[in-house]
């Protein structure tokens, strides 16, 4: 990794005025230098968009005419700075994700310690941890279905995986150029999961630096208590578990249509279901649109169905 190369971030915001402050604060303490700091508004009605107007004068902001939801916000950052700007790497954001100080250093030195192999590196990626119980969000392997790391791997300086979430993942501009853009028919969920899997198939290498933390949450999330461990639960609202149910079954039937994996994907949101009816507060709700999701990503049908209720 050299100093001269471009580095810009992209992040997705929807009605974050009060919170986006936090991240946009954290980019400009970078003691390596961005570029360029892009925030995508995804059609938000609580004036984040005048916000990042008066505060933040010096940011990028591509505002869209609807909420294209996550998936179709990323894709649009992507092309605006990888393929429009040419920026050598675009660092993606969700809003509510706060970078450390040297995050961004420790995220290059990480990979330009590979020294031969750094073109074969197409993301590299943080530790993402839950700011208030110190949970890891690890980065998977694939194996027919997600499989988590080993203590010992969490703990190595620099490893390789095949899953990662989309924020606080850096992206090389040649894996866009080479692979294309994020899938927007996604909406949300599983999108960066199936970004990452076709980097993989593309030959690409997904590093992980674990020294570079990244303060992060999926959602409401709260420690719950089960038999023998805790775990950490996410409350998600009935039309966002649609979209994650519909993108997994359409990854276990139509991406990835192995016995296997269609195993593991029946598995993963039967088990998910059993959750929704211990812990969620809309659990009939929540359970219809899962039924809903998983025919629809049966039946490939993908794009935008539902957007947020709230």
């Given at each position: 990794?050299q ?48 916000m990042?107007?008066?505060?933040y ?20 950052g ?9 920026h ?12 450390g ?30 700011h208030k ?35 606080g993942s ?13 899938r ?7 999108v ?13 290498k ?6 570079a933390r ?20 996410t ?12 993108n ?47 025919l ?6 993908m ?6 209720d709230?």
């Amino acid at each position: 990794m050299q100093q001269t190369l471009s580095i810009a971030s992209v992040t997705v915001a929807y009605n974050a005025a009060h919170i986006l402050p936090r991240q946009i604060d954290a980019l400009f303490r970078q003691t390596h230098p961005l570029q360029e700091i892009i925030v995508v508004d995804n059609a938000s009605t609580d004036g984040t968009a005048a916000m990042l107007a008066k505060n933040y004068p010096q940011v990028t902001v591509l505002r869209m005419r609807e909420n294209l939801g996550a998936a179709g916000a990323w894709a649009a950052g992507l092309s605006y700075a990888a393929l429009k700007k040419h920026h050598d790497w675009v660092w993606t954001f969700d809003y509510d994700s706060v970078p450390g100080a040297d995050s961004l250093a420790k995220l290059l030195g990480g990979v330009g310690s590979l020294n031969g192999t750094q073109t074969e590196v197409g993301m590299v990626a943080p530790m993402p941890v839950h700011h208030k119980t110190g949970t890891y969000y690890p980065p998977l392997f694939w194996r027919d279905g997600f499989v988590r790391p080993t203590a010992e791997q969490m703990h190595e300086p620099l490893w390789f995986a095949d899953l990662v979430m989309t924020s606080g993942s850096l992206v090389r501009r040649e894996v866009v150029e080479t692979i294309g853009l994020p899938r927007a028919d996604f909406f949300m969920d599983f999108v960066d999961y199936e970004y990452s899997l076709r980097a993989r198939a593309h030959g690409y290498k997904i590093a992980i630096v674990p020294g570079a933390r990244l303060g992060h949450e999926v959602g409401n999330a709260r420690k719950v208590w089960l038999p023998g461990r805790s775990r950490l639960w996410t409350s998600y609202a009935p039309w966002r578990e649609y979209y994650n149910t519909r993108n997994l079954a359409y990854a276990g039937w139509h991406l990835y249509p192995s016995r296997k994996t269609k195993h593991f994907m029946l598995k993963h949101l039967a088990r998910h279901a059993g959750a929704v009816l211990l812990f969620s507060s809309r659990k009939m709700a929540c359970i219809r649109k899962m039924m809903q999701g998983f025919l629809d990503g049966y039946r490939a049908r993908m794009g935008i169905r539902f957007r947020p209720d709230r």
